[in-house]
């Protein structure tokens, strides 16, 4: 089985920035897609960004486009969530994810494998 281990997560200021880390057990980590999610009290888990396996190609969502940041170290088999510019509304929950076969980036059922999530809190 693969484990997932998230840490970065804190309280910070409106238009400051944090960056997620998610260590992934196992050696086989490059053969795996990566995503980031992220849940609001009350609210359903949504996607924030994916990568893939080569770490070639990437995708974010609308909502953070041009703030965050995926990346990942195959190497050290670990996957980056850089957040800048952040805002009150990204205060969530936010959980990595790695799927095993070929997926929609922003599937959540695609996802095999999910870390406990890490707390983000902006304050305005």
């Known amino acids: 089985q693969v484990q997932l281990i998230e840490s970065g997560g804190g309280l910070v200021q409106a238009g400051g920035s944090l960056r997620l880390s998610c260590a992934v057990s196992?050696?086989?980590?490059?053969?795996?897609?990566m995503g980031w999610f992220r849940q609001a009290p009350g609210k359903e888990r949504e996607f924030v960004a994916a990568?893939?396996?080569?770490?070639?190609?990437?995708y974010v969502a609308d909502s953070v486009k041009g703030r965050f940041t995926i990346s990942r170290d195959n190497a050290e088999n670990t996957v980056f969530l850089q957040m800048n510019s952040l805002k009150p509304e990204d205060t969530a929950v936010y959980y990595c994810?790695?799927?095993?076969?070929?997926?929609?980036?922003?599937?959540?059922?695609?996802?095999?494998?999910w870390g406990q999530g890490t707390q983000v809190t902006v304050s305005s």
């Open positions: 990568i893939s396996r080569s770490g070639d190609s990437t």
């Open positions: 994810a790695a799927a095993r076969y070929r997926a929609i980036f922003g599937r959540r059922s695609d996802y095999d494998y």
């Open positions: 196992g050696r086989t980590f490059s053969s795996y897609g």
